[in-house]
């Protein structure tokens, strides 16, 4: 089973942009690093979401080149994105299958309704299909701690 090591403040970032982007989807990528089959996320790149519909999300290009640089620069990489569905549920949508390609990629998806704590799902998508993540810590990361691969 595949683990996602996630600080309480990065999900409570995560489930705000949730929030601010309704009834639109948010979007960003997830900066850490892969531990055997421990993600650890250390730090959100939030991204522009340029898709001219509510109901997904298109990442835009130049923040995504911005925030693999900043990820090197940090001695990380980047290894998943989050977005959210407004009204809908924190598992992948037949769009997110449509639009998954990079191999063992960790997605979070935040499911916000209207005046309701947002709730998330972590999915790593492999070989086709998203298997959920299950969250193995939710207090802040030290860096130093684990292996980097």
Known sequence: MT???LPSDLRARIE?????????ECCGLLE????GAIFRVTALRPTRNISPDDDRFDIDPADHVRAQRAARAA???????YHSH???????????YAGASQESFLW??????????PSLG???????????????????LDPARGQRV
């Open 75 to 81: 001695g990380n990489a980047i290894v998943g994105c």
């Open 108 to 117: 979070i998806v935040a499911a916000v309704r209207l005046g309701e704590q």
């Open 86 to 96: 407004p009204n809908g549920s924190s598992e992948p949508s037949p769009r997110d």
């Open 16 to 24: 705000s942009e949730a929030r601010a982007a309704w009834p639109r």
């Open 32 to 35: 850490g690093w892969r531990d």
């Open 3 to 5: 683990g996602i090591v």
């Open 122 to 140: 972590a999915y790593v998508f492999e070989r086709g299909v998203f298997s959920r993540a299950e969250w193995t810590a939710t207090t802040a």
